[in-house]
Nanobody, 117 residues
Framework: QVQLVESGGGLVQPGGSLRLSCAASGSISGIYAMGWFRQAPGKQRELVALQFSGGTTNYADSVKGRFTISRDNAKNTLYLQMNSLKPEDTAVYYC???????????WGQGTQVTVSS
């Protein structure tokens, strides 16, 4: 498994932007899938965005057109660019990686994103 460390969370006003980063302990170029999940207080963890090694991406309907997932293989880092943030985006955001299709997932420790005026 790969070790993951998220950063970039914080407090932002509605309509603002943040970029989350997820630094991996090793090469991410061959990882089957990497993604971002989030968990708000009292709610289940949910998928935000997922990117497969071939480039295919999936987004939750609630973030389509506002969030963009990307990878920098040279830096072994996954990103989540979040624009037009809403209060309902407030949650702890977790990075996730699955080395192969049937591999158990690796998780980061999470980073808090709070959208409030």
């Amino acid at each position: 498994q790969v070790q993951l460390v998220e950063s970039g969370g914080g407090l932002v006003q509605p309509g603002g932007s943040l970029r989350l980063s997820c630094a991996a302990s090793g090469s991410i170029s061959g990882i089957y899938a990497m993604g971002w999940f989030r968990q708000a207080p009292g709610k289940q963890r949910e998928l935000v965005a997922l990117q497969f090694s071939g480039g295919t991406t999936n987004y939750a309907d609630s973030v389509k057109g506002r969030f963009t997932i990307s990878r920098d293989n040279a830096k072994n880092t996954l990103y989540l660019q979040m624009n037009s943030l809403k209060p309902e985006d407030t949650a702890v955001y977790y990075c996730n990686a699955r080395m192969r299709l049937l591999s158990p997932p690796s998780w980061g420790q999470g980073t808090q994103v709070t959208v409030s005026s």
